[in-house]
């Protein structure tokens, strides 16, 4: 983040600078007039507090205040994956899930229908990964999505028992990695898979989501958490 202001002013790019073929040797060049916008980010805080006796942060052993910062932090980066993931302009962050295609994410829902087998699961998702790679022409796709969902597909096979997710290279092992936590758990139709439990599972009673994103597209700043 930049070390004052309330606010990070983002340029965006409302329509694209064009290139074109020239029609000839020495012919002039496509000329454009991209429209630009700023977009205005607030700056938002994330903080704590605990009230604790003097004596518990004097005398207790090991050092209470570094056990409480410990849980403080690990309670901030929850709260901030959930957010970067799910949030919305009420709570303060606007997550991934709520962008769309010209954003750099792509949403798919995911119902009972889609999960009566992994080949209509995977059939689902390929729908919204083409969405988003047409829409932002990029190869830098990554799907995010809910541990339960890909210990879900990962233990899924087709009929002849040929496993939906390929095994991890160089794991040594037959299964993917299906415990990995906002980290790379594998691939799905070439594109890596993060797993987060910052996506939210409470759409309606029968379905959660899986995000698409093009790393290139998506921005964050944050400071050192104090």
Same mark, same amino acid.
């Given at each position: 983040?930049?070390?004052?202001?309330?606010?990070?002013?983002?340029?965006?790019?409302?329509?694209? =600078?064009?290139? @074109? $073929?020239?029609?000839?040797? +020495?012919? #002039?060049?496509?000329?454009? !007039?991209?429209?630009? /916008?700023?977009? *205005?980010?607030?700056?938002?805080?994330?903080?704590?507090?605990?009230?604790?006796?003097?004596?518990?942060?004097?005398?207790?052993?090991?050092?209470?205040?570094?056990?409480?910062?410990?849980?403080?932090?690990?309670?901030?980066? =929850?709260?901030? @994956? $959930?957010?970067?993931?799910? +949030?919305? #302009?009420?709570?303060?962050? !606007?997550?991934?899930? /709520?962008?769309? *295609?010209?954003?750099?994410?792509?949403?798919?829902?995911?119902?009972?229908?889609?999960?009566?087998?992994?080949?209509?699961?995977?059939?689902?998702?390929?729908?919204?990964?083409?969405?988003?790679?047409?829409?932002?022409?990029?190869?830098?796709?990554?799907?995010?999505?809910?541990?339960?969902?890909?210990?879900?597909?990962?233990?899924?096979?087709?009929?002849?028992?040929?496993?939906?997710?390929?095994?991890?290279?160089?794991?040594?092992?037959?299964?993917?990695?299906?415990?990995?936590?906002?980290?790379?758990?594998?691939?799905?139709?070439?594109?890596?898979?993060?797993?987060?439990?910052?996506?939210?599972?409470?759409?309606?009673?029968?379905?959660?989501?899986?995000?698409?994103?093009?790393?290139?597209?998506?921005?964050?700043?944050?400071?050192?958490?104090?």
């Amino acid at each position: 983040l930049p070390d004052s202001g309330m606010t990070v002013e983002v340029p965006r790019f409302t329509s694209a =600078a064009a290139v @074109e $073929a020239q029609s000839a040797q +020495g012919s #002039a060049v496509a000329d454009s !007039t991209p429209s630009v /916008t700023d977009v *205005t980010v607030n700056v938002r805080t994330m903080a704590g507090g605990v009230n604790v006796s003097r004596q518990t942060l004097e005398r207790a052993t090991p050092a209470f205040d570094t056990i409480m910062f410990d849980a403080l932090r690990g309670n901030y980066f =929850a709260e901030l @994956e $959930a957010a970067v993931c799910s +949030g919305t #302009a009420t709570n303060g962050l !606007t997550g991934v899930a /709520t962008l769309g *295609t010209a954003d750099g994410a792509q949403v798919v829902s995911i119902g009972t229908a889609d999960v009566a087998s992994g080949a209509a699961f995977i059939e689902k998702v390929a729908e919204g990964l083409v969405d988003l790679t047409t829409s932002v022409y990029s190869d830098d796709a990554v799907f995010v999505m809910h541990p339960r969902r890909w210990a879900w597909l990962s233990s899924r096979s087709d009929n002849d028992g040929r496993p939906y997710v390929a095994p991890v290279a160089g794991r040594g092992s037959t299964l993917p990695d299906t415990g990995a936590y906002g980290r790379k758990a594998g691939e799905l139709l070439g594109v890596p898979v993060i797993t987060s439990a910052g996506i939210s599972t409470g759409f309606g009673t029968n379905e959660d989501r899986v995000v698409l994103m093009s790393r290139g597209a998506l921005r964050a700043w944050q400071a050192a958490a104090e």
